[in-house]
């Protein structure tokens, strides 16, 4: 069964950090474009960082860009988002997604496997 699983989430102070993990079972992510989403409440769904599988091109989002950072490591079949100078808004379900087209997509349904969302809450 192909599963992306999603863990690093939790509650942090504003300007602290976390890092999201999102694992690959049952397909390597070599060669898979991986992007982190959030969804936070009463918001569109947002793209927030993205690698490519060819080239490994990474876009971020401008209200992420300087503060996360995404990495993958193949070996593990792990892609990572540091996140950093954690703000209130960053608050929501962070959802990591995978597809075999070699660039980022613009339209996420594009994204053929998805991850179950975790929650990343940034409250004092």
């Known amino acids: 069964q192909l599963q992306l699983v999603e863990s690093g989430g939790g509650l942090v102070q504003p300007g602290g950090s976390l890092r999201l993990s999102c694992a690959a079972s049952?397909?390597?992510?070599?060669?898979?474009?991986i992007g982190w989403l959030r969804q936070a409440p009463g918001k569109e769904r947002e793209g927030v960082s993205c690698?490519?599988?060819?080239?490994?091109?990474?876009k971020n989002a401008d209200s992420v860009k300087g503060r996360f950072t995404l990495s993958r490591d193949n070996a593990k079949n792990t892609v990572y988002l540091q996140m950093n100078s954690l703000k209130p808004e960053d608050t929501g379900v962070y959802l990591c997604a995978a597809t075999f087209n070699s660039w980022c997509p613009s339209v996420f349904d594009e994204y053929e496997y998805w991850g179950q969302g975790i929650q990343v809450t940034v409250s004092s």
């Open positions: 049952g397909f390597r992510l070599l060669g898979y474009t």
């Open positions: 690698i490519s599988g060819i080239g490994g091109t990474i």
